[in-house]
């Protein structure tokens, strides 16, 4: 039979390593490179990721993109499969557009421009798909720079009410 004291002990500790554990897990790495950097990153980690950052500046021409599952069972493996569907985006600064590569295919255009998060509050860039497409007319993505030339995306379905998170996604613009 287990003594009291070694009984507490034991739950101590179980409680310990558990708030230790959900602690690292509302921090993100120490530091943010590249696409893969961010696969394995949970929720909470990017969306604090994302409130630590700025909008940064619109890049030109192709990204290379990745959809991020953090709340899946294997989220590199899925994320590696969502590649062969979609690529990333084709930004074109002089209008103001970009433009989603699906299967290797220029798809589904949206407006840029600069405004608020409908997580935070504070500047992101918004790449607005309503009134330019008819399949993602409901979406909105925002966008902000995590590191130099890496993207952190979310986008937002509005036909939720509220407004609802569908997925997380990012792009690297020195590829």
Do not use: C
């Amino acid at each position: 039979m287990i003594s009291t004291h070694r009984t507490i002990a034991i739950l101590g500790a179980i409680v310990f390593t558990s708030l230790a554990a959900e602690t690292r897990a509302m921090q993100g790495p120490a530091e943010i490179r590249t696409l893969d950097d961010l696969v394995n990153l949970s929720a909470p980690q990017l969306d604090l990721l994302y409130r630590q950052s700025q909008p940064g500046p619109m890049p030109g021409g192709k990204v290379r993109g990745r959809a991020l599952y953090p709340e899946a069972r294997f989220p590199r493996a899925r994320s590696n499969a969502a590649r062969i569907a979609w690529q990333g985006k084709v930004f074109n600064p002089e209008n103001s557009t970009a433009i989603n590569r699906f299967f290797g295919v220029k798809a589904i255009q949206g407006n840029v421009s600069t405004g608020p998060s409908w997580l935070d509050g504070a500047p992101s860039m918004i790449l607005d798909y309503e009134g330019t497409s008819r399949i993602y007319g409901n979406y909105r993505d925002e966008i902000r720079q995590v590191a130099p030339g890496l993207y952190l995306g979310l986008m937002y379905d509005r036909t939720t009410s509220p407004v609802s998170l569908k997925m997380y996604f990012a792009f690297d613009s020195q590829q």
